[in-house]
């Protein structure tokens, strides 16, 4: 398996506009931020100045919403590229690079919301379990966390689709069924809703609001 850094690191690097996600073109307006992303934030009515965590946070389109909505935003994301960029860009956020798989530089309980909008499925399956299990580490006994998921109908751990043209990226996919069985450990699923053009693979995408669980003794 190649290493995730390296590949997306290399990826900004080649991207100085950002991905598809955030550009059509280099001369292009650089798009806004994530509509499900506002569905999220609208559900909670969250107060303001909440501490919320930007996952995958790329070229920050989401955290740059996030920001001017009044939250303390901190962005974090595999590429050293494209955090100095975004970091350069949107002054009154935090960025830095780590790894969801150990998010070490993270204190216990310190984050109320969590966004994920792409980092989750661009990780091998095989790491699910110890992502979700940070994510519910760093959040705080009430924390909320929007994930987004690419929907895939059966179970086999093979990738949907890759980021890039040589495969090295490549992007899983989750049934409904499958990832909220996943969670239950660690968090209850407070809502679901499912697009089904968003994805080149032609089975859609799934946006989870969680909210985290309690422990009982033997989870952690």
């Not at 598809?20 to 909670?44: G, L």
Request: net charge neutral.
């Amino acid at each position: 398996m190649k290493d995730l850094s390296e590949e997306w690191d290399k990826f900004f690097q080649q991207h100085p506009t950002g991905g598809p996600w955030d550009y059509k073109n280099p001369s292009a307006e650089r798009k806004k931020q994530d509509d499900h992303i506002v569905d999220f934030i609208e559900y909670y009515n969250f107060e303001k100045n909440l501490k919320v965590l930007d996952c995958g946070c790329a070229d920050g389109r989401n955290s740059e919403y996030l920001i001017n909505e009044g939250f303390d935003v901190t962005g974090i994301d595999f590429s050293q590229t494209v955090i100095k960029r975004t970091q350069k860009r949107l002054t009154k956020g935090k960025f830095f690079v780590a790894d969801i798989r150990k998010l070490d530089k993270i204190e216990s309980n310190s984050f109320d919301i969590l966004i994920d909008a792409g980092a989750f499925h661009v990780n091998y399956p095989k790491d699910a379990m110890l992502i979700l299990k940070e994510y519910h580490r760093i959040l705080k006994s009430s924390g909320k966390m929007f994930i987004r998921v690419f929907n895939k109908d059966d179970y086999t751990p093979n990738p949907i689709f890759p980021v890039n043209e040589s495969g090295t990226m490549p992007v899983f996919g989750y049934s409904l069924a499958g990832f909220c069985n996943s969670v239950l450990d660690y968090f209850n699923v407070k809502n679901v809703k499912y697009d089904p053009k968003y994805g080149m693979h032609g089975q859609g995408c799934n946006y989870y609001y969680l909210e985290r669980k309690e422990l009982w003794f033997g989870k952690d």
